[in-house]
Structure formats: structure tokens, C-alpha cells
């Protein structure tokens, strides 16, 4: 278990300057193209879009261009997949939030397996990766606000690194694999810790901590700033690496659930879009995190 640190930052909670909003968001999908449960976007190494819930619930789709998606996979045994990440060989990883796994699929073989377990997980939500494949998986507890957050090693085992924290959601690695973001849904908090090779996590500390509404999934770009979805708000909210609150990208939607970056150059910003069924886009002035 985590030997907890908890260092606040003074600063950052008086952060209040938001930049000039220099980027215009636009439906990349309409309105009920996926469903209002559409979450998890993710780009593979070829380009493509993909985000779970296409048409009808525990379905994957796969976006091929403007206003074009079709379906990609439909998942067994009841499973409804949350997160989506990628491992730089192009294994597409899911957490099903059913049935208490995370699902491994491989586009050359066509196979769809569990790669992780354990039933003592509530609900894996959404997924982190390290460049050496180690996940991490937010765990929340809806109903009781709090959550858990575990560690998937590369043999598919899992490791319990903190329970008892607030309703744990988005979760992200910083572009040099050390350091590890977890947000707080209902808490409003993000949390950072230090990362080591093997994905062991220390020096908990505040990152930085909202006034009002909820957020959902993050990602960053390769520059560390980290990118958050601002569940209720209609925002994407992006912080640097020092905890300062550097700009706020309006939606057309009030309920974004998850981004990811994509494009030629990695700069186009794809954000699902709860309730709407939609996902909008941005261009960013900087590529994601896998894009150099």
C-alpha cells in the first residue's frame, strides 16, 4: 500500500488566470452517432480514432473521418468498455467496467482477450499507460465517493497501489514516464505522484484542486501539460506541468467524458461528448504526448 506524502501547493489553489482561448471547438461526430455513454477515444499508430459505445452500449467504434465511423467490435459476455489506450505495438487495451477486467485486443490477430482480473475492482473506468506497457487503472465507487486506483503490470497481474480515495477517474503519465496524474470526480481534486520504472508510485502531492463541477478523463501533450475533461462545465481545462491553469477550451456540449490527441501532426484534439452522443475536435498549438 501507499505510504502516503500529501504536500499541498499553496499556489495552486489560488489559480485563477485563465489565457486567452485561441482554440475553436467543432463536432468531429454528431448527435447520436455513439451513444450518450461515449467515452474512452483513443488514436492508434495508423491514425484512426476509436471510442466505445458506437450506436448501442459494449461496442467499439472506429471513427474514419469526418462524420464517418462504423463499427469496429462488439464485446462479449455483457462487457461495456470505458477507457481505451494503445501500446506502441498497437494492442488496444479496455476496461470493462462490468465485469471487473481489462480486455486486450490484437488487430493482427483479431483476438479479444482478458488481459487483466481481479473482482475485487468496483468498476475499471479509465486507463493510463507507461511507454513500457505498465497500466494504471482508475477504480471508482460511485455510490459511496471514493475509488481506488490499481497497477496492471505487463503480465496482466494486478497490484492494489492506494483504496480508500475519492471517486477516482481520469488518470494519465506525463510524457517522460515519471510522474502519474489521478483525478477526483466528486473531490475536484488531481493528484500527482512520482513514478518509477516499474511503476511504483511515491510523494503524493496536490496537484491542483476545482471550485465547482466534476471532471472525467485527461491526456497530455509532449510538452507535460496535462488536459482535462470538465465533466459539467463544457471545458477542457489545461494546466502545466507546475500546477498553473494556462487556458480553457469552451465545448459546444456541456459533458465531455474523455480526450485524445490525434491528426497528422498530433495536434488535433478529440473530445467525447456524454449526453450529446457527439465527439467535438479542436486544433491544439501543441502535438499529444506519443506524437515527437
Keep these: 500500500m501507499l505510504n502516503k506524502k500529501i504536500l499541498l501547493f499553496p499556489t495552486l489553489l489560488l489559480t485563477t488566470v485563465v489565457f486567452a482561448n485561441t ?12 451513444t450518450q455513454g461515449v467515452e474512452g477515444p483513443a488514436v492508434d499508430k495508423n491514425g ?23 463499427l469496429y467490435l462488439t464485446l462479449p459476455n455483457g462487457s461495456i468498455g470505458n477507457g481505451i489506450r494503445f501500446d506502441q505495438s498497437g494492442n488496444m487495451y479496455i476496461a470493462d467496467y462490468v ?10 490477430s483479431e483476438k479479444l482477450s482478458v488481459y487483466a482480473h481481479n473482482n475485487k475492482m468496483n468498476q475499471p473506468n479509465d486507463i493510463a499507460i507507461m511507454d513500457s506497457g505498465i497500466l494504471f487503472a482508475s477504480d471508482p465507487n460511485w455510490s459511496e465517493n471514493l475509488g481506488n486506483l490499481w497497477r496492471i503490470n505487463i503480465d496482466g497481474s494486478t497490484v492494489l497501489l492506494e483504496e480508500n480515495m475519492g471517486t477516482t477517474n481520469g488518470v494519465e503519465v506525463s510524457p517522460d514516464n515519471k510522474t502519474l496524474y489521478v483525478n477526483e470526480s466528486v473531490q475536484r481534486n488531481i493528484w500527482r505522484y512520482q513514478l518509477d520504472t516499474n511503476g511504483n508510485i511515491s510523494n503524493k502531492q496536490l496537484f491542483y484542486k476545482f471550485e465547482d463541477h466534476g471532471m472525467d478523463g485527461m491526456r497530455t501533450d509532449n510538452q507535460g501539460n496535462l488536459y482535462v475533461a470538465r465533466y459539467g462545465a463544457g471545458v477542457i481545462a489545461i494546466i502545466s506541468p507546475q500546477g498553473e491553469l494556462i487556458n480553457t477550451v469552451k465545448l459546444t456540449g456541456q459533458h465531455p467524458t474523455n480526450v485524445a490527441f490525434g491528426g497528422k501532426d498530433g495536434k ?19 502535438a499529444g504526448r506519443n506524437f515527437h
Design 99 to 108: 465485469n471487473h477486467n481489462v480486455l486486450v485486443y490484437n488487430s493482427e
Design 48 to 70: 484512426h480514432l476509436f471510442a466505445v459505445n458506437y450506436l448501442k452500449a459494449g461496442t467499439i467504434g472506429k471513427v474514419t473521418d469526418k462524420g464517418q465511423a462504423k
Design 268 to 286: 488535433q484534439v478529440f473530445v467525447t461528448m456524454q449526453k450529446r452522443g457527439a465527439i467535438e475536435t479542436f486544433t491544439n498549438n501543441i
Design 23 to 34: 482554440h475553436k471547438s467543432s463536432d468531429w461526430m454528431p448527435d447520436n452517432s455513439f
